[in-house]
Each structure stands twice: as structure tokens, then as C-alpha cells.
């Protein structure tokens, strides 16, 4: 079975950077295009970086991979507070059963 588990959150200061990894198992990575998936407090989750950037994270969140880890990363620089959420990894077709994610906030 998939297992997706993020890590990598946690709290930091405006301006700050984080990156967040997401080790996948039970798939191989590289027959999938993967994606980077927020949901902020009391909303939707939302797509924000995949074979394309959300406009609000463009120029400063940058997401890579190691197919021989199968791994996915997501490093996110100039952070802001409207980044705080949830972080979570799937595939771009949202199939695999979402991992727990991992929180990020930012805030001074």
C-alpha cells in the first residue's frame, strides 16, 4: 500500500525558509508527477506547487525530487505568514492516500 509521510515543518520568522521532504512508499515516484498541497486554517487544501506554481508562492517555493530516494522536497524561501498550513505531498491526480501532513507556520 502507499504511505506518503512529510516532514520538514515546523515554526519560523517572516523571511524565514523551510524545506519539507516526503518520503513515499509502496510507489516508485518516478512513474508519477508529484505535487505540494497546503491547507491553511479553515480552508480548502489547495494545490501550490506541481507542474506549476501557485501564484502566491511563485519565485519562492521550488519543488525537486530523488527518485532514488523516492523522495519529493519542497524548499520554500521568503517565507509569510499567509504560508502558514498544513503541508502535504500527493500526486498530481491526488490517488494516494493523504499522509499526515506537516505544519508550518510562520509568524514572529
Known amino acids: 500500500q502507499v504511505q506518503l509521510v512529510e516532514s520538514g515543518g515546523g515554526l519560523v520568522q517572516p523571511g524565514g525558509s523551510l524545506r519539507l521532504s516526503c518520503v513515499v512508499s509502496?510507489?516508485?515516484?518516478?512513474?508519477?508527477?508529484m505535487a505540494w498541497y497546503r491547507q491553511p486554517p479553515g480552508q480548502k487544501r489547495e494545490m501550490v506547487a506541481g507542474?506549476?506554481?501557485?501564484?502566491s508562492v511563485k519565485g519562492r517555493f521550488t519543488n525537486s525530487r530523488d527518485n532514488a530516494k523516492n523522495t519529493v522536497y519542497l524548499q520554500m524561501n521568503s517565507l509569510k505568514p499567509e504560508d502558514t498550513a498544513v503541508y502535504y505531498c500527493?500526486?498530481?491526480?491526488?490517488?494516494?492516500?493523504w499522509g499526515q501532513g506537516t505544519q508550518v507556520t510562520v509568524s514572529s
Open positions: 509502496g510507489r516508485t515516484i518516478s512513474h508519477y508527477l
Open positions: 500527493n500526486n498530481q491526480w491526488e490517488t494516494f492516500p
Open positions: 507542474t506549476k506554481y501557485a501564484d
